[in-house]
């Protein structure tokens, strides 16, 4: 069963537009990932917040953990034309950090 | 620095065969996870390895068996394939099992199709 529930699951914007998308789980976590996967290949990390984290940037990214609702946000800002791709994120629990929960994922299009 | 490899990109197969997958892990990795993609869904644990064993297995049948070799590259062995079985197989590496090696790095992936 997959943990992690994104939201929308389809998402289409202009470039230079904000571009955020959700993520709810339902169990506890060590930690909350995101991913980007372009046109159905390999998934390209993105970002790690912890679970005593509450926010965290890297460059145009930015990603909140609300613990309390199981649920977590991406932002990217300034959207381009190549930030098109699949998001996912991925949650791992208890001592199994490196095995990851994939949820169904946002596909972000991005128009020029 | 070499990252995760893959082989072979793309697969066809035909229902009842059997079929084996390869991954070499990044540079200065020790462990590999394997993955499930269907088409449209999130990827799916499979196993992981680490010093040649299985340490984790996700809800996949006994169909679905692996391998490491002392070099840390890893095999992915699937046999009376089905048709359900068509997918991308992600192959991931990380260093370790300490709970601070979070970071995988996923290979391109393997498109396996099942006629």
């Excluded at chain 1, 649920?71 to 208890?94: E, H, K, M, N």
């Excluded at chain 2, 082989?7 to 229902?15: A, D």
């Excluded at chain 2, 090696?101 to 290979?107: D, L, N, P, R, V």
């Amino acid at each position: 069963s997959q943990q992690g529930e994104e939201d929308p699951q389809a998402l289409s914007i202009q470039e230079g537009e904000n571009a955020t998308m959700n993520c709810s789980y339902k169990t506890s976590i060590n930690n909350l990932q995101w991913y980007r996967q372009n046109s159905g290949r390999g998934l390209v990390h993105l970002i790690l917040i912890r679970s005593n984290e509450r926010e965290k940037h890297s460059g145009r990214l930015r990603v909140t953990l609300d613990t309390s609702k199981k649920s977590s946000s991406l932002l990217i800002t300034a959207s381009r034309a190549a930030d098109t791709a699949s998001y996912f994120c991925a949650t791992a629990r208890g001592g199994s950090n490196y095995k990851l929960t994939f949820g169904k994922g946002t596909l972000l299009t991005v128009n020029p | 620095d070499a990252g995760v490899t893959q082989s072979p990109t793309h697969l066809i197969k035909t229902r009842g065969q059997q079929v084996t997958l390869r991954c070499s892990p990044k540079s200065g990795h020790d462990t590999v996870s394997w993955y499930q993609q269907a088409l449209g869904q999130g990827p799916q644990f499979i196993f992981q390895y680490y010093e040649e064993e299985e340490r984790q297995r996700g809800n996949f049948p006994d169909r679905f068996s692996g391998h490491q070799f002392p070099n840390y590259s890893s095999e992915l062995n699937v046999n009376a394939l089905l048709l359900g079985d068509s997918a991308l197989y992600l192959c991931a590496s990380s260093w370790g099992l300490a709970p601070r090696t979070y970071e995988q790095y996923f290979g391109p992936g393997t498109r396996l199709t099942v006629t």
